[in-house]
């Protein structure tokens, strides 16, 4: 049976050791992390400690690469490109366990256009964590640095792509390997960096400014040819989470092409974790491209450019009253306000800050005067625990299962410098309310009470049930296909176990992502997809 939380203070002074030793081993491991690394303080190194380039300004340190990989002649004469491509990229943000992670697979064809800054990318992708048959999709992207599409098949229009997209088209066009010695000669800011070891060899680093990012280039002492690409950066995937994101792209594989020596495959670590591997298989230079694929509603272009980032605001439009004092507002992200006796809860805190204190000013205004008891993080995937940030900021303590506890923490440890949030601006330790084995919160009516999910792919989920109101909150498990059938049903399946095994007597269920619907129905939903999957 789940332990009773009488009083969140009490709960609190437990595991005030607990946090105080995370913190400690996680600032260690943090030290140990960057132990090898020399810390930047802008000012330029003495040209004689650069292995390879000594006694040079960084400019001639530069060109000589430019001339290891074929002479700026050959670089610059690169108009256009034609890539065949084939990689991986490990889905960190949500998968079921952490690492290792699962596996995400594509296979692109790639027109890029050098001359006129576009490109056309036309992926095939295998996603695994979909239901058999719907594992693989197709999509193309058009797009600039500043305005892109994906193309609508059929009579289907074109989408604004993501600002995501936007910063990977600029990569892609000025810091790849046959443009990024080019970009760094042509920055005004050029100027070493301190020298460092890569994969045991000694490497002179370069490093220049390019639209406000600090890129380092790591240039082999013995051969000159760049072996690796180090930033610091805020990005707008699902990085966005972890703030200041150290970059390292290595360069490897390399091939004699046209007479220049180029990189056929391209790893990317990010926070020393690596996430995406890129292997090119087929290299065609300045061959004409064809206009037709590159066309694209410049009108729906336009829009991607000023879509929201991650940084999103909360919105109330969509409230829907569960039970008096249980307000759902439905969204991208769903969030829930319980009113108890002595105070409110706030299940879920997902997709950045600013989105939190949207959510905690909401709780404000529905209930005015009434304290915050806790935050309610029920999972461990990035866009839903963003936010805790924010809830630690305000110094509000937050349940979350033990298991998800190291990586919280890395969470509240990250620094946001780039662009500094509320807790980078004031910061203050956390506090951690520990779900491991159930727990029992608040009296009277709207009671609850947090059930660990317990499953293969739900271990690092908790359930939030309402006894009094055979209602279930069922964390990130409940997401519907188009056809409305399940998607995922193991997820489900894994939630009827756990409700079966404790007992439970539920009439609505609603999750993260869907909005509260019939437990029957759900049920039913679940053993029809276990048919399917039989037949």
């Not at 390292?248 to 091939?255: A, E, G, L, S, V």
């Amino acid at each position: 049976m789940p332990h009773r939380l009488s009083a969140l203070g009490a709960a609190l002074s437990r595991t005030a050791v607990r946090v105080a030793i995370s913190l400690a081993f996680t600032m260690i491991a943090c030290s140990m992390t960057h132990a090898n690394e020399v810390p930047r303080d802008g000012s330029p190194t003495g040209d004689a400690l650069q292995p390879g380039c000594e006694r040079v300004e960084a400019r001639t340190c530069v060109e000589q690469a430019i001339q290891a990989m074929g002479g700026r002649q050959a670089l610059a004469g690169i108009r256009t490109a034609r890539y065949q491509t084939t990689g991986h990229t490990a889905v960190t943000e949500q998968s079921y366990r952490q690492q290792p992670f699962v596996t995400a697979y594509q296979h692109d064809q790639l027109a890029i256009d050098f001359a006129n800054g576009r490109l056309v990318d036309v992926d095939h992708g295998t996603w695994p964590e979909s239901d058999p048959k719907q594992f693989e999709s197709d999509q193309t992207l058009v797009a600039t640095p500043t305005a892109g599409v994906y193309r609508g098949s059929g009579s289907e229009g074109d989408t604004p792509c993501s600002l995501a997209d936007l910063d990977q088209v600029g990569d892609t066009l000025a810091l790849g390997p046959e443009r990024l010695l080019l970009t760094a000669a042509a920055a005004s800011e050029l100027r070493y960096a301190p020298p460092r070891w890569l994969r045991a060899t000694r490497h002179a680093v370069v490093e220049f400014n390019w639209h406000g990012i600090y890129v380092d280039v790591l240039l082999n002492a013995a051969n000159h040819l760049p072996d690796a690409m180090e930033s610091t950066r805020t990005f707008q995937d699902f990085w966005f989470a972890w703030g200041d994101v150290r970059q390292r792209i290595y360069f490897d594989n390399w091939h004699l092409v046209d007479g220049m020596v180029l990189p056929s495959n391209r790893v990317e670590a990010r926070n020393d974790i690596v996430w995406k591997s890129t292997q090119t298989t087929d290299i065609v230079f300045n061959a004409p491209l064809d206009e037709k694929p590159f066309a694209m509603d410049d009108t729906v272009a336009e829009k991607s450019a000023h879509l929201l980032n991650w940084n999103r605001i909360f919105s109330d439009k969509a409230r829907v009253v569960l039970a008096p004092g249980i307000l759902l507002y439905k969204g991208s992200w769903n969030a829930t306000l319980i009113r108890q006796d002595d105070g409110v809860l706030v299940v879920e805190a997902p997709i950045s800050s600013s989105y939190m204190q949207g959510i905690l000013a909401k709780a404000a205004g529905e209930f005015p005067g009434v304290p915050i008891k806790a935050v309610l993080s029920t999972s461990d995937s990035w866009p839903h625990i963003a936010g805790v940030r924010e809830a630690v900021a305000q110094n509000l303590p937050v349940v979350a299962l033990d298991l998800n506890l190291p990586e919280l923490d890395r969470l509240v440890a990250a620094q946001h410098r780039l662009q500094p949030d509320s807790l980078q601006k004031a910061p203050r330790p956390p506090h951690w309310i520990v779900a491991a084995n159930g727990l029992e919160i608040g009296h009277g009516d709207n009671r609850v009470v947090l059930y660990p999910l317990h499953g293969a792919s739900t271990e690092r989920q908790y359930m939030v049930y309402f006894p009094q109101h055979r209602l279930l909150y069922a964390s990130d498990t409940l997401a519907l296909n188009d056809d409305q059938s399940l998607y995922d049903p193991q997820l489900m399946h894994e939630v009827v176990q756990a409700v079966e095994r404790n007992e439970l007597q539920v009439d609505t269920v609603y999750a993260m992502h869907e909005a509260p619907m019939a437990w029957k129905d759900v049920v039913e939903k679940v053993r029809a997809a276990s048919r399917v999957l039989s037949q």
